[in-house]
């Protein structure tokens, strides 16, 4: 069972727009309780780093980072799992298989462990010790998709409000575009308002398709709208003097 409502908005655009698919890297910001996380580590088969070194063996692995080696040589015992005992020379060229996804879910809020998904609670994405920790969790691994279904606290003035979730999703992009790979999918939530012509403006400079996307699950928020941002164009090449 799912921890939100939220989840069934999320599985309508998929079912709709195909976002996900086994392997991809996922940002989900805004992510607690974290439906969106248990809706996104099954169709991307996300695994947490203390998972990674379980695939150690086969033959179609793929390189990440030490560092996640690391962390799950450490976490592999408590998990009750042998760790084998030539994990020195793998530590040095980490591995994960490449049908195994990545989900990271950030929020301001504490968020309960789920299998598969990496959690950066307590964390105001707004914060650059925030976007670095998410870097670090990436360790150059491109991002397929960026959720943001973060919200402000309300204050009622829905003009107020409007601006505040617009600022989020602003800088969910200016985020995004930087960890995005090319043809890259970004799905932000909206309160809609005077705002949005400016924010829609912004995704088309970077995505080849920008659609308003109103979740049947979303009905009852009325003024609740989603942006999908699909086929990341890439940032701009830099003129070669
Ligand atoms: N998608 C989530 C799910 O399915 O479980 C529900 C997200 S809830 C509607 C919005 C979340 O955005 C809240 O948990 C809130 O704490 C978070 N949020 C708002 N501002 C934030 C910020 N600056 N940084 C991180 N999270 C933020």
Redesign the pocket.
């Known amino acids: 069972s799912y921890?939100?409502r939220?989840?069934f908005k999320?599985l309508e655009v998929d079912e709709r727009f195909k976002i996900f698919a086994p392997g991809q890297v996922v940002v989900?910001?805004?992510?607690?309780?974290?439906?969106?996380?248990q809706v996104a580590v099954k169709k991307v088969n996300a695994i947490t780093p203390a998972e990674c070194i379980a695939d150690r063996n086969e033959p179609t692995l793929v390189h990440v980072l030490d560092e996640r080696v690391r962390l799950a040589a450490e976490a592999l015992p408590k998990r009750g799992v042998k760790v084998l005992a030539n994990l020195t020379p793998v530590m040095e060229k980490p591995l994960i298989h490449p049908t195994h996804g990545l989900v990271i879910g950030?929020?301001?809020?504490d968020i309960l462990p789920y299998p598969g998904a990496v959690f950066l609670p307590h964390?105001?994405?707004?914060k650059g010790k925030?976007k670095r920790k998410i870097l670090e969790q990436l360790a150059g691994r491109p991002v397929d998709v960026v959720l943001s279904?973060?919200?402000?606290n309300a204050s009622g003035i829905s003009q107020l409000d409007h601006e505040a979730i617009v600022g989020?999703c602003t800088e969910a992009l200016r985020f995004g575009v930087t960890v995005l790979r090319e043809g890259g999918t970004f799905l932000c939530?909206i309160w809609t308002g005077s705002g949005d012509q400016a924010l829609r403006a912004l995704l088309r400079t970077h995505f080849a398709v920008v659609r308003n996307v109103k979740p049947p699950a979303s009905r009852d928020e009325s003024s609740e709208l989603y942006l999908l941002g699909t086929g990341f164009k890439g940032l701009p090449q830099q003129p070669v003097e």
């Open positions: 921890r939100a939220s989840a999320l989900d910001l805004g992510a607690s309780p974290g439906s969106w996380c950030v929020d301001l809020l964390s105001d994405f707004t925030t279904d973060m919200a402000p989020l939530k």
